[in-house]
């Protein structure tokens, strides 16, 4: 099939409904809007249904009915919208029911502002709502990337019960690239034998719910949540490892911001210095085995973000004190440039050769 | 031999939790009997509350999802418009509905999801202790009013009935009571209605059933009906306050 020119925020929408998604509950938030838009066009055509809540609340509220209901259900946000969402994660989560959440991030705390960040990674990766849960949390680069990611989110919902988030920094949202829709490796999916669909009479009543008053049963739980985690840390940790062959330093940089960090890299290896890169794809879990094949050449990493440094805790823990952990970014919106982290680079290794 | 009286199928064999003389009980059996005698146990879906309720899943004889407080109108959003052909419920208290929800419950509402809500006054908190409610009246005492309810600091008690009756997707609005037998009736009419009304796909129903909370309230369960009667239908009047005659 020939690639497609599309926005990011649409082409996610269109990628959800290719992977089933017949239902979306949604709220406006910018740099967002063009998904909830679409869907709203869309989702009809495939007899599915698009309703715009009165709040982020309400929205993954109505998510986690139409999760519990059986069906293949979206909601999209941005930072602060997801923050509100937190609550009905938690539910989500706890209650074992599978989603897919598309946060198209924007600086802050706060309101913050409109221009694409990656100061979320606390929030998707560290819970957010309460209780000790997990998302799988996919970082694309390129709209390609969403699209893929989007696509796999679904499968991976239901295969795990597990709430997937997709968090694309605002550029993804909203910039252009050509993309085409490839089908998931397939996976064998469980039957949602648990979904509240009336019982016909003809068995129990099922009961979707995160209570459990009993303080034994709710551990029990608990390690069963953790029991599935750990599957997921074994299973679907995606990474991408970039010129690491004799890497002075090794950046570590996730989203746009790793497209950027490819730039410098360029530009350093003009100068002789030799950098590698190790672009986490999923934030949650975190590529932990991929410092593992960092070589001996290796004097120091890098950690480059749209934060004040969030993701750095992860490598830091993922270093594991074998090299000094140094942090570069920006925040607010502005956007690091490929000449300010090369410099950096070049002050790590002690300067000007 | 005859047999007068039984355990509706509309409800589980577990046992109830509620405090001697709470009316949770009753209005309970009257769901679990009109999903019973419409035929549509198999067919229904109800969501249960945050609140003295919030166990309400174990006790209907139907698929059941529990939401977070205040948040049940939103998730019988959607579970109803993924199966619009199935009878979906909220069962809700007056701090869950009239406070911490008081979105969720104004916008199904405004969408007019063909949903019905239980919505259960008893002028207070329960579960968590007796604490202030928007409904506890001007005077009542409670955890957070100490020294009664003040308007000047606290506001006129909220009335839900009257506020939803104003919002034309909400096609049935009805107040009732069940302080005697026959306000009991009289309020199974009223849920077989909005239940009724669901399955002719007019739009939302919600009926406000003034309970006891004898607990909380510091009163026998015998005192309690009395004060119902006394202090909170004056305030609460019973009625009919929109049909789907008058919605048109």
Redesign the interface.
Same mark, same amino acid.
């Given at each position: 099939m020939a690639k497609i020119l599309m926005k990011g925020n649409e082409a996610i929408g269109a990628a959800a409904i290719k992977a089933g998604c017949k239902y979306f509950f949604g709220y406006p938030i910018t740099p967002q809007n063009e998904l909830p838009e679409f869907m709203s066009r869309e989702l009809h055509k495939v007899g599915g249904c698009f309703v715009q809540a009165e709040s982020e609340v309400s929205a993954i509220n109505m998510v986690y009915g139409a999760a519990g209901a059986g069906a293949r259900v979206m909601t999209s946000s941005s930072s602060p919208g997801i923050a509100l969402k937190q609550e009905g994660i938690s539910y989500i989560a706890g209650a074992e029911l599978p989603c897919v959440i598309v946060n198209i991030s924007r600086g802050g705390p706060g309101l913050g502002g409109i221009q694409p960040a990656q100061s979320d990674y606390f929030q998707s990766t560290r819970g957010g709502g309460n209780g000790d849960y997990r998302l799988l949390v996919f970082a694309p680069a390129s709209l390609q990337e969403a699209v893929d990611c989007t696509m796999e989110a679904f499968d991976l919902a239901d295969y795990y019960r597990n709430p997937v988030m997709v968090i694309g920094d605002g550029m993804i949202g909203q910039m252009m690239e050509p993309i085409e829709f490839n089908e998931p490796v397939k996976r064998e999916l469980p039957e949602k034998d648990w979904a509240t669909v009336g019982t016909k009479g003809a068995r129990k009543p099922n009961i979707i719910n995160s209570l459990a008053l009993d303080p034994a049963e709710l551990e029990k739980h608990n390690i069963k949540l953790q029991a599935k985690y750990k599957e997921m840390e074994e299973n679907e940790v995606r990474y991408e490892m970039y010129n690491m062959e004799d890497a002075e330093v090794v950046m570590v940089s996730y989203g746009t911001t790793a497209r950027i960090v490819k730039n410098a890299i360029a530009a350093l290896k003009e100068e002789g210095i030799n950098v590698g890169l190790i672009r986490p794809i999923t934030l949650w879990p975190f590529p932990h085995k991929a410092f593992e094949e960092i070589p001996a050449t290796t004097k120091a990493l890098l950690s480059v973000e749209m934060s004040m440094g969030q993701m750095i805790d992860d490598v830091k823990i993922a270093s594991s004190g074998r090299w000094p952990v140094h942090f570069y970014g920006r925040s607010g919106g502005m956007i690091p440039t490929p000449d300010a982290i090369a410099n950096k680079v070049k002050e790590i290794l002690g300067g000007a050769r | 031999m005859a047999v007068v009286f039984q355990r509706t199928n509309g409800l589980?064999e577990k046992p109830f939790h509620y405090c001697p003389g709470c009316t949770h009980g009753v209005i309970h059996r009257l769901v679990g009997e009109v999903l019973e005698e419409l035929g549509v146990?198999?067919?229904? =879906?109800g969501?249960a509350p945050v609140g003295c309720s919030?166990?309400a899943?174990?006790y209907?004889?139907?698929?059941? $999802?529990? @939401? @977070?407080h205040g948040?049940a109108p @939103?998730?019988?959003?959607? =579970?109803?418009?993924? $199966?619009p052909d199935?009878v979906v419920f909220t069962y809700q208290g007056d701090g869950d509905l009239a406070s911490i929800g008081t @979105?969720?419950i =104004? $916008?199904v509402a $405004?969408?007019a999801e063909k949903i019905t809500t239980i919505f259960v006054n008893n002028a207070i908190y329960g579960m968590t202790g007796g604490q202030m409610a928007p409904t506890t009246l001007i005077g009542q005492k409670a955890t957070t009013s100490p020294y009664g309810r003040d308007a000047a600091h606290s506001g006129m008690p909220l009335r839900v009935s009257e506020m939803m009756a104003t919002i034309t997707g909400a096609v049935f609005v009805e107040r009732v009571s069940v302080d005697t037998p026959a306000n009991i009736r009289k309020t199974k009419k009223a849920i077989k209605k909005a239940f009724e009304i669901q399955l002719e796909g007019k739009g939302f129903g919600i009926v406000e059933i003034l309970s006891t909370c004898p607990t909380n309230w510091g009163l026998t369960p015998t005192e309690s009906l009395t004060w119902l009667q006394e202090n909170m239908i004056p305030y609460y009047p019973l009625g009919n306050f929109r049909t789907p005659e008058e919605a048109k």
């Open positions: - | 589980t146990l198999g067919d229904t =879906i969501v919030v166990l899943y174990d209907f004889n139907c698929d059941m $999802h529990e @939401a @977070a948040r @939103a998730v019988a959003t959607g =579970i109803k418009r993924v $199966h199935k @979105a969720e =104004i $916008h $405004h969408r």
